[in-house]
């Protein structure tokens, strides 16, 4: 099955600092990438659409301004956390949408844990 | 919110019996998918049904969905203690955009 590689798998970082985490598809062309945030014991929460080569779109109530993403190639998308403080520790998971016959499932990532201090 | 909601919440059953959650969502839909995670992990695809689907089989698994009243339910049979983990709906409601919901967490004991 289609592989989706997320790193790192945790991160702790001081407050005020910058966390690039990477979204790879392995073995597929992802024409569009999501991007969740979850807490403990709770659902997912769509922060952002990106389609390659595009801005992304941002759910309402996510800072564009401190949730960066980039999605420059149909293999790469990357989220970037500016200047995090320990409100932004949460367990972030990519996931993407294959192009063909497969799209219509999503294949994710293994999550990314962030924890600011 | 676009949010599903799913109940119960937490379900906790002994292995061999079979196990039902379900899942209400909003808007109208392409498809409904079910995704399982482990704890700390990221979501596994199971199965996929489409609007105009009711039920659909996949070994263990069944699901269903009633658009009327936007709904849809996932059984699995013969619940195993590795099927314990979080299970959470998705709507695909197009656009490019897919909602999970709220999730049930189950633990089948051995």
């Known amino acids: 099955g289609a592989v989706v590689s997320q790193h790192p798998s945790w991160v702790i970082c001081k407050s005020g600092t910058s966390v690039k985490i990477e979204c790879r598809s392995l073995?597929?062309?992802?024409?569009?990438m999501f991007w969740y945030r979850q807490f403990p014991k709770q659902s997912l929460m769509l922060m952002a659409t990106s389609n390659e080569g595009s801005k992304a779109t941002y759910e309402q109530g996510v800072e564009k301004d401190k949730f960066l993403i980039n999605h420059a190639s149909l293999t790469l998308s990357t989220l970037t956390v500016t200047s995090a403080h320990p409100e932004d520790s949460s367990f972030y998971i990519c996931?993407?949408?294959?192009?063909?016959?497969?799209?219509?499932?999503?294949?994710f990532g293994s999550g990314t844990q962030l924890s600011v201090l | 919110s676009q949010q599903g909601e799913e109940d119960p919440q937490a379900l906790s059953i002994q292995e061999g019996e079979n196990a039902t959650m379900n899942c209400s969502y909003k808007t109208s839909i392409n498809n409904l998918q079910w995704y399982r995670q482990n704890s700390g992990r990221g979501l596994v695809h199971l199965i996929l049904i489409r609007s105009n689907e009711r039920e659909k089989h996949s070994g263990r698994l069944r699901v269903t969905l009633d658009t009327s009243k936007k709904s849809s339910s996932l059984l699995i049979t013969a619940s195993r203690a590795a099927d314990t983990a979080s299970y959470f709906c998705?709507?695909?409601?197009?656009?490019?955009?897919?909602?999970f919901g709220t999730g049930t967490s189950l633990t089948v004991i051995p």
């Open positions: 996931s993407a949408r294959a192009t063909g016959g497969t799209r219509e499932k999503l294949f």
């Open positions: 998705a709507t695909d409601q197009g656009g490019n955009q897919f909602y």
């Open positions: 073995d597929f062309q992802a024409t569009t």
